[in-house]
């Protein structure tokens, strides 16, 4: 039992470890600064293809993507890790083999579309070196799982046609399975790769801009004043700014060590235990993935699989990320009334009058991300000009501070804004040119030569944040590939739908087990794309809205760093709280009950996100019946909350823990009977928790006396 523990450890360890590679700094050596401007490289022709200044066609662009991110890993990782000269030497040869594949498909790019199908022995060759080393960096960057699944899935491409019916095929050539898989826009340049390439780079860019410009502070800064001295606010600052970070960052892992170095030790501080302190903040980070508008890259990934605009996801995605969010609130909420965790003194905390004023600027790029989403502008153009506009902001806010106070800044700022407005009219030539001009301003005041820095860092560092994605992505591609070229989803789709005809409830169960086990040891973006390719379509022929199961299959990908036994986001928190990860697993699941709850609900009550009422609006109307649902979830999940942590407005007995957990439990379901045994179980529980309350304030008035 030791040893197994031991083994674990050793795993997470190694896991965490290749991690918080990624989270230093480029190096200050020959390779280091060699790998600097790869990076550099790769973000300014992400930047250049998806502003339109060059037009590739868009394999090319996927090819010479994947071949930044082979080129880059294998070094990189190889260099921080302080490996020898031997090991150094593999990884750049490694990294060559990478460039070579992507200027293969750039050289051969025409040839190759004349003679699809039908590939000569070096395409072969090309292809099967393309497939060797997204495998091996995958491998050398996230571990082990996800190779061995694309593995089995390429294995099953190859020899299916042995296996008994019916799991077999009708049996593919190698030359075909490696001409799906390594050529056109099915295998590991399919879609996963197209949208890595183009809307998921820009956004983790645009989140590396605001982070290197102090928005981190900034979100600090606003929730230490919002929340900072109200009834346990050490963790309320926590869920908002780990929140609010989630909005612009694609990782829920990354916002734990970053967020976490901060929030986890306020915790602390202020009373909280060391293992709920970090699931508070492993929880917070984790829900970012679902709060609009990024939503860790995976809202662009299902608008661009169902073919459905991008706000018809974030449609379904806010109320449920709404209420996740409350219920993380309410239960630490709980926690401090059980323990009696006060706020910060008023004196003490930030204003977040002052950080907005001196920061406001930030917030402007945010604002207009949003309104171009929302307005009907496709993610890629509003990235490019959400990033944009971010460079205009921070390059301009450093020349204006050499401005005189007053008019003359005032004009600077409105000649900024009309700029940025020609951009509509005119296109992206005025925001380069604009670009150009305030470089060179930069270029020659100090503080100026600083910013500089500055945007050239998070250049690079943003590359480097993408390469787990955009490797996941090449590599999720060949499972992809594989349903697509043999049709394996049909029988674990058919396994489930056959499941779903005697329980729907079961069917759902199954593939929350699904989504849970392959979250344990890959990212949430390729767990989204295998789980939804292979549920989603079983789910829809059983009657669920298909934007609805595929948020459902997404919100368990996200829970799978939060549940034991791998909890990646928990053991990312473990050394900032020196605390187990297991232990902070087992608090992280208590605070995000909501996310166990409201998929679930939602499949019952599709209005929960938004989509068709079904009967109950056919009976009351859709206004109504949207708000119905909404108020029954805020209802399940707070008598869910007060079992879990056992504190209403007294610390709970056993039978009143199992009380509101049977009421919560019974307002799960979309029967009639079911909601009315809920609403009087809750009833019940309400009227139990307010006499013993005012029994025992009464208590304490007597006292004194």
Not at 191 to 203: D, E, G, H, K, R
Not at 301 to 328: C, D, R
């Amino acid at each position: 039992m030791i040893n197994d523990t031991n083994e674990q450890s050793r795993a997470m360890s190694a896991e965490l470890h290749r991690h918080d590679a990624l989270t230093q700094a480029f190096p200050a050596t020959w390779d280091g600064r060699i790998l600097f401007a790869i990076a550099l490289a790769f973000s300014v022709f992400q930047i250049a293809t998806a502003a339109h200044l060059v037009d590739f066609p868009s394999q090319i662009v996927r090819a010479v993507h994947v071949g930044f991110v082979t080129v880059l890993v294998f070094p990189l990782l190889a260099t921080l890790a302080g490996r020898g000269a031997a090991a150094k030497i593999i990884a750049w040869g490694l990294a060559f083999l990478g460039a070579a594949v992507a200027f293969y498909q750039c050289y051969e790019y025409a040839e190759l579309l004349v003679r699809a199908g039908d590939p000569l022995p070096r395409d072969i060759v090309f292809g099967v070196v393309a497939l060797a080393v997204v495998f091996a960096a995958a491998w050398a960057l996230m571990g082990p799982a996800l190779p061995i699944i694309s593995g089995v899935f390429l294995a099953y491409s190859l020899l299916g046609e042995y296996l008994p019916p019916p799991f077999d095929h009708r049996g593919y050539d190698f030359s075909q399975v490696i001409d799906h898989m390594a050529y056109g826009t099915e295998g590991i340049y399919g879609i996963p790769t197209f949208v890595s390439s183009t809307y998921v780079f820009l956004f983790i860019l645009f989140g590396a801009f605001l982070e290197k410009a102090g928005m981190i502070r900034l979100f600090n800064d606003v929730s230490l004043s919002f929340v900072g001295n109200k009834r346990g606010g050490a963790a309320k600052v926590a869920i908002i700014s780990s929140g609010l970070m989630g909005t612009i960052s694609g990782s829920g892992v990354a916002n734990v060590v970053t967020t976490g170095q901060f929030t986890i030790p306020l915790m602390k501080k202020f009373g909280y235990r060391p293992a709920f302190a970090g699931g508070v903040e492993a929880t917070a980070s984790m829900g970012g993935q679902i709060m609009p508008p990024v939503m860790g890259a995976v809202a662009f990934i299902m608008a661009e699989t169902l073919g459905v605009e991008y706000y018809e996801v974030v449609k379904a995605a806010i109320i449920p990320a709404i209420l996740y969010f409350a219920s993380a609130f309410w239960i630490v909420h709980l926690e401090a009334g059980k323990y009696g965790l006060l706020g910060l003194p008023k004196e003490q905390l930030p204003s977040a009058k002052a950080a907005i004023l001196e920061q406001w600027h930030l917030i402007l790029p945010l604002a207009a991300l949003v309104w171009l989403l929302f307005s009907g502008y496709t993610p890629l153009f509003a990235g490019t000009v959400g990033l944009a506009f971010t460079g205009l902001l921070i390059l301009g806010s450093s020349l204006a501070l050499g401005l005189p106070a007053g008019v003359i800044r005032i004009i600077f700022w409105v000649g900024l804004g009309l700029v940025a407005a020609a951009f509509f009219q005119f296109g992206i030539g005025v925001i380069v040119a604009a670009l150009t001009l305030l470089i060179a301003g930069n270029a020659f005041l100090k503080g100026g030569r600083e910013t500089l820095v500055i945007c050239r860092d998070a250049l690079a560092e943003g590359a480097k944040t993408a390469l787990p994605v955009a490797i996941a992505c090449a590599l999720v591609g060949v499972i992809i590939g594989t349903m697509t070229l043999t049709g394996a989803a049909n029988t674990f789709g058919q396994f489930i739908v056959s499941v779903g005809g005697k329980s729907l409830f079961l069917s759902l169960l199954l593939t929350m087990v699904t989504c849970l086990v392959l979250g344990m040891g890959i990212p949430t973006i390729p767990n989204y794309i295998i789980t939804s390719s292979i549920a989603g379509p079983a789910l829809l022929e059983l009657g669920v809205p298909l934007i609805v199961s595929h948020m459902f299959v997404f919100y368990f990908g996200i829970l799978a760093d939060l549940t034991p036994p791998v909890a990646l986001a928990c053991f990312a928190a473990a050394p900032i709280a020196r605390e187990s990860g297991l232990r902070i697993s087992i608090q992280a699941i208590k605070v995000a009950a909501a996310g166990f709850v409201i998929p679930f609900m939602a499949i019952y009550s599709p209005a929960l996100m938004l989509q068709d009422g079904g009967a109950l609006a056919g009976s009351i109307g859709y206004p109504a019946a949207v708000a119905y649902i909404v108020v029954k979830t805020g209802l399940a999940i707070a008598l869910w909350g007060t079992a879990v942590v056992g504190f209403a407005a007294v610390r709970l007995r056993a039978f009143e823990r199992v009380l509101a957990a049977a009421a919560a439990f019974t307002l799960l379901a979309a029967l009639p009977v079911t909601d009315e045994v809920g609403f009087a179980l809750s009833a019940a529980f309400a009227v139990l928790i307010w006499r013993r309350a005012r029994h025992a304030a009464g208590g304490q008035k007597a006292e004194p006396a």
